[in-house]
Nanobody, 121 residues
Framework: VQLQASGGGLVQPGGSLRLSCTGS????????IGWFRQAPGKEREAVSC???????SYVDSVKGRFTVSRDNAKNTMYLQMNSLKPEDTAVYYC????????????????WGQGTQVTVSS
């Protein structure tokens, strides 16, 4: 399984971005997908995850602002990010595993390269 994250960029506070995570080499239909981020000088942290059945989970800092979804026909998962804040600035990664909803990065087997999100005026 290869994952490709895209959609990052520079956005003003309060703005929106939609990140995509596209799989190749295998269908992601049966995988849970997690989104993680890492800011400079900080540890990687979980953001959200979505199960193979479409159930979603979010960390408190993004609840109500971020929405994760999946389109199995396109082998792509999305992270819609609204009301962005400067503290959301980080490199965002997607990852896949088959054990269900979890925010624990060590449980993810496959990782994509990151996409940079910068929230600044």
């Amino acid at each position: 399984v290869q994952l490709q994250a895209s959609g990052g960029g520079l956005v003003q506070p309060g703005g929106s971005l939609r990140l995509s995570c596209t799989g190749s080499g295998s269908s992601l239909r049966y995988y849970a997908i997690g989104w993680f981020r890492q800011a400079p000088g900080k540890e990687r942290e979980a953001v959200s995850c979505i199960s193979s059945g479409g159930s979603a989970s979010y960390v408190d800092s993004v609840k109500g602002r971020f929405t994760v979804s999946r389109d199995n026909a396109k082998n792509t998962m999305y992270l819609q990010m609204n009301s962005l804040k400067p503290e959301d600035t980080a490199v965002y990664y997607c990852a896949a595993q088959w054990m269900g909803l979890t925010h624990t990065p060590e449980r993810y087997n496959y990782w994509g390269q990151g996409t940079q999100v910068t929230v600044s005026s």
